[in-house]
């Protein structure tokens, strides 16, 4: 029986990602473990400088080029030990998109790129694109970024499973939760997938009920899946084929 092995990393969202469990814990595990894919599922980057929100001052060095240099950091590590790659994008990467509609007249005027795909130059490093709403299936699994979020953990995968029908693996509500469902065709589980992203709320959520996570997904033969959430323990290690994985 042939296994193939996927990472799925979510909610990073650079430059706000926790640097110590990024780069020194999980994409040094990613390398060591060579899967055969890894899907980007979504709020990779923020896109800060051009969010509607209001933006603490102290963060204007928080600037487009700046995501784009640790996306690239991020590519550049993870491209050559996967075979296949995927990126889905999430309502934050949603709004590179929405800004070059509003302002496609300037954009067009300074020769500016008006595609995410390009701008991150997802092909060069062999990513598939899906845009935000967009999926990949991992056998019988969809992994796609999430539009829902509820107010408790596992909430919000029951109803993205209740919505579209089918096991699923979500990013979006930055929380770990799991549901599972049997019915007369089989049996069913959908996943909150965490993130990966500081736990002080990012300037907008105040006690956020936020938990860093990542998954693994063995994927067998005739799509049957295993779903490994790999919670991040105080932000120094993991769990992992009963080894301990420690940064540092």
């Not at 990779?44 to 640790?70: G, M, T, V, Y």
């Not at 089989?186 to 996570?213: I, M, N, V």
């Amino acid at each position: 029986m042939s296994v193939q092995k996927w990472v799925v990393l979510n909610d990073i969202q650079m430059p706000f990602e926790d640097k110590p469990v990024l780069w020194d814990l999980v994409v040094p595990f990613v390398r060591e473990l060579k899967p055969y894919g890894v899907v980007l599922n979504g709020d990779i980057i923020d896109n800060h400088e051009i969010s509607d929100f209001a933006k603490n001052p102290r963060w204007r060095h928080h600037d487009l080029k700046a995501e784009r240099k640790s996306a690239f950091r991020l590519f550049d590590l993870l491209a050559p030990v996967t075979k296949d790659r995927v990126f889905i994008e999430g309502n934050h990467e949603d709004r590179y998109r929405r800004y070059a509609w509003e302002n496609a007249g300037d954009f067009e005027a300074a020769g500016a790129i008006r595609t995410l795909p390009e701008y991150l130059k997802l092909a060069d490093y062999g990513f598939r694109h899906k845009p935000y709403g967009g999926h990949v299936m991992l056998g019988k699994l969809m992994v796609t970024h999430g539009f829902i979020v509820a107010q408790d953990s596992g909430a919000s995968a029951k109803r993205h499973f209740m919505r579209l029908g089918c096991s699923v693996l979500i990013g979006h509500t930055h929380r770990v939760g799991a549901y599972h469902k049997t019915n007369c065709v089989g049996d069913h589980a959908a996943y909150e997938g965490g993130c990966l992203c500081r736990l002080d709320g990012l300037g907008y959520a105040q006690f956020p009920d936020w938990q860093q996570a990542f998954t693994v997904v063995d994927v067998f033969d005739g799509g049957m899946f295993n779903v490994q959430t790999i919670r991040i323990l105080n932000r120094r290690q993991f769990m992992y084929g009963g080894e301990v994985v420690r940064r540092g």
